[in-house]
């Protein structure tokens, strides 16, 4: 198949003699996108596909920039934009936290493997992240969160008050089980339980 590069597997055999004729597929995926050979055999040797390599060098970087950020170009955009390095970012997409709330939790003063480890305990997102919110230290936190704490239970009031107006801590109501219902006074069928009233499953604060 002739390309816009004339790259035929002769001419890439005689470039390269390390070419594996197998690969030949590969190869000239890159260069339709218009790579040179020797430039495709970089990406591909990279092992990033035609069109991430694409982005990659629109975004000024090469394959070997490529490879040692190891993940797809918008996920490295976002980390670059928030001044992350290489080697931060990899370790906190690793922890599957990305640039916004990596970010986050690195301010708060933990690191990806606390961040995630505190994520992996809470009910969600949004209640992992109340935890940095709690003064506790990152080792606090996760073994209060493994054990089903909830970390509205140790913000600081001005926080607690604010998360009652959200309904954060909103009581956890339930009325209790009905008992078994006999007739009253007067015929009237009533329950044990009558005057009771609601039973808070849960305390805040």
Known sequence: MTTPHHFDLYYYSEQRANCDASNWYAFEDYVEMGFTPERA????????????????QMQGMGPSDAWR????PEIVAGFRARTFTQE???DWADAEIFADEAMFWQHAGYSPSEAFMIRAASADVAQAVLWSLTGLSPADAMD????????????????MEAARAEDVCAPSLAREPEPEQGPGPRGQVVSESEGQGLVGTRRCG
């Open 41 to 56: 055999k970089e990406w591909f040797d990279s092992d990033v596909t035609p069109e991430h390599a694409m982005a990659f």
């Open 69 to 72: 950020w190891r993940l797809v």
């Open 88 to 90: 931060q970012a990899r």
């Open 144 to 159: 209060h969160a493994a054990h089903g704490a909830e970390p509205v239970g140790f913000l600081c009031p001005p926080l």
